[in-house]
Nanobody
Framework: QVQLVQSGGGLVQAGGSLRLSCAAS????????MGWYRQAPGKQRELVAT???????NYADSVKGRFTISRDNAKDTVYLQMDSLKAEDTAVYYC?????????WGQGTQVTVSS
C-alpha cells in the first residue's frame, strides 16, 4: 500500500537543470526527514540531500550550491531542483521518507547528464 512515486528524471546536457519529484502515499507513520540518494554505475549509493519537516536542508559537498531540496508536507512530496548539472551527477536517484519505525524508498529514476 505504501508508495513513493518518483518523476522528473531524464537526459540533460551539462550545465542544464532538472527537477525531481517524489510523492509519498499511504504512509502509516509520521514522516520526519525526506531525502534523495543516488547510485552511479560502479559506485556505492550516496546521500545527496535531506530535508527536515520544517524545511531545513542538508547537502552532500559535491552538490552544495547547485542542488536545492524542498518539500510540501500537505502533499507528502519532496523535490530536488538540480542546476548546473555535471556529467558526474549521472546516476539513478532514489527518494526516501523516514519514519520512527521504517524508512520507505522510491523506485528510482535515471538522470543522465551528457557532456
Amino acid at each position: 500500500q505504501v508508495q513513493l512515486v518518483q518523476s522528473g528524471g531524464g537526459l540533460v546536457q551539462a550545465g542544464g537543470s532538472l527537477r525531481l519529484s517524489c510523492a509519498a502515499s499511504r504512509v502509516p507513520f509520521t514522516i520526519n526527514a525526506m531525502g534523495w540518494y543516488r547510485q552511479a554505475p560502479g559506485k556505492q549509493r550516496e546521500l545527496v540531500a535531506t530535508v527536515s519537516r520544517g524545511g531545513s536542508g542538508n547537502y552532500a559537498d559535491s552538490v552544495k550550491g547547485r542542488f536545492t531540496i524542498s518539500r510540501d508536507n500537505a502533499k507528502d512530496t519532496v523535490y530536488l531542483q538540480m542546476d548546473s548539472l555535471k556529467a558526474e551527477d549521472t546516476a539513478v536517484y532514489y527518494c526516501n521518507a523516514d519514519t520512527i519505525f521504517k524508512t520507505y524508498w522510491g523506485q528510482g529514476t535515471q538522470v543522465t547528464v551528457s557532456s
